[in-house]
């Protein structure tokens, strides 16, 4: 289903477009927290520490990926709002092509690089192996996640969010169901869960271009297998500085691993687990940042700017509600949620400190969600407009931020790990404020017409 966000009221069209993005983040993160859990609890503690200094690594490559697919929405929600559907398929043949040259690229040289990569993170000798082997099979599969996040980020640019989610959840049942087999079954250990990942993000890439083949026909090719120069240029534009913005992103949290490893596997597994939970808390924040940022294209590419300025007041509202319900259900329970990731019974010396480690991160951070809330807001608003440079410089500061302030507690003011929740929590709010006053200040409206031009002009 196609969804026209120029009509109608702002606060029930963003709320009919986040709740299936909310889902369907929730669906897709599980891949990675189905893997974890199931390693953590079935192979062991360094099984699991193992795929916590993977997953930044992958992470890193997919958020450049992921954020490609957000500018190449943003194009396509913005032509759809200007009624500019015939080119279309052009943009879809544009973006099909590049993810294919760019996920084949990035594959090849993130294997040669899986061994310098967790050597410079001095992982630690008994979580090695681990990290390796998960890495490179996950690594593997990385053109199956790039269709299916390209192909549903084209849906979610005409308004469409519900069937891919529909096609996630089918698809995250599958990825649970290989990964008991592979690994407890089949006894292919953490290769296995990488495997199991493989599969099931092929399987939801296949259903979601069969979706869209059979019933969206403003994004059927009809034969146009091409790559127009003038869209290509429209799409980098819009999806390399969010590619970048989401890789750096990534980035910070490699930075982050290189400072937790040499505390050992302990506080590898607790922050592992804990940013597990952290992830899936922050979710309906995200989804609520992707929702207006499609709200806010379509509506750029009607110009209507205050249709935009209504939407972004009511995500801020609605962003204070969503945190303050994460922060009473993430932070009391906190023991209870770190204790899913381990069994106590099986690896009784190491269970307790793995989850005193990361529900040390988990008194911490869910009490400040609410000033993360208002930076997605902010930006994702401004990304939708056309503004992407500016969010990609908001988030790259936050990254070198937390890194610098984290090391800063550890090795100058000498904190124990608490200082690194900490640098979590100052580089929001510093970050916030940055956002804010770029926001007021009305610069990005300027960009954001300039950038909808030229992709009329294209």
């Not at 109608?8 to 927290?33: C, D, E």
């Not at 697919?69 to 559907?85: K, N």
Request: charged share 10%; proline share 3%; hydrophobic share 55%.
């Amino acid at each position: 289903m196609v969804r026209n966000l120029t009509e109608g009221t702002p606060w029930r069209q963003i709320m009919v477009l986040v709740l299936p993005l909310l889902l369907g983040n929730v669906f897709q993160a599980s891949y990675n927290l189905v893997d974890t859990m199931i390693v953590g609890r079935f192979v062991g503690p360094e099984a699991l520490a193992g795929v916590g200094v993977a997953s930044p690594a992958f992470h890193f490559v997919n958020a450049l990926l992921i954020g490609l697919s957000v500018g190449s929405s943003i194009v396509v929600s913005q032509l759809f709002g200007a009624g500019r559907e015939k080119e279309l398929p052009v943009a879809v043949s544009t973006v099909v092509w590049t993810s294919l040259v760019v996920a084949v690229v990035l594959t090849l040289v993130g294997q040669l690089l899986v061994d310098p990569f967790l050597t410079v993170l001095r992982t630690p000798i008994e979580d090695y192996a681990f990290a390796e082997v998960y890495l490179r099979t996950i690594l593997c599969g990385l053109v199956c996640n790039v269709f299916y996040n390209q192909l549903s980020g084209l849906l979610r640019g005409l308004g469409n969010t519900q069937m891919p989610l529909y096609i996630l959840i089918f698809s995250c049942c599958v990825n649970a169901g290989l990964d008991l087999m592979f690994v407890c079954v089949f006894s292919l250990g953490v290769m296995g869960a990488g495997f199991a990942t493989i599969f099931a993000e092929g399987l939801a890439a296949a259903l979601t271009a069969l979706y869209i083949r059979k019933a969206v026909p403003q994004l059927r090719l009809c034969g146009a297998w091409c790559c127009d120069g003038g869209m290509f240029s429209a799409i980098l534009r819009f999806g390399l500085p969010m590619g970048l913005q989401q890789a750096s992103i990534s980035f910070g949290h490699v930075l982050m691993q290189g400072l937790i490893n040499p505390f050992g596997t302990a506080l590898i597994a607790g922050y592992t687990a804990a940013v597990k939970v952290d992830t899936f808390a922050v979710m309906p924040i995200l989804s609520l940042g992707s929702a207006l940022s499609t709200f806010a294209a379509q509506n750029v590419g009607a110009e209507d700017f205050g249709r935009v300025r209504q939407g972004y007041r009511t995500g801020c509202v609605m962003t204070l509600v969503i945190c303050a319900a994460l922060a009473v259900v993430v932070t009391p329970g906190r023991m209870f949620w770190m204790s899913l990731f381990v069994s106590a019974a099986e690896y009784p010396d190491q269970a307790a400190q793995i989850v005193v480690m990361g529900a040390g991160m988990l008194a911490v951070t869910p009490l400040f969600y609410w000033v993360l809330g208002l930076i997605h807001v902010a930006l994702n608003t401004m990304a939708g407009a056309g503004d992407t440079l500016f969010s990609m410089v908001a988030m790259i500061a936050m990254m070198l931020l937390r890194v610098v302030l984290a090391w800063g507690f550890l090795h100058l003011i000498g904190t124990d790990e608490t200082g690194i929740w900490w640098a979590f929590v100052l580089s929001w709010v510093l970050t916030l404020l940055l956002t804010q006053i770029y926001y007021f200040s009305g610069a990005w409206k300027k960009k954001a017409l300039g950038h909808a031009d030229a992709v009329r002009r294209n």
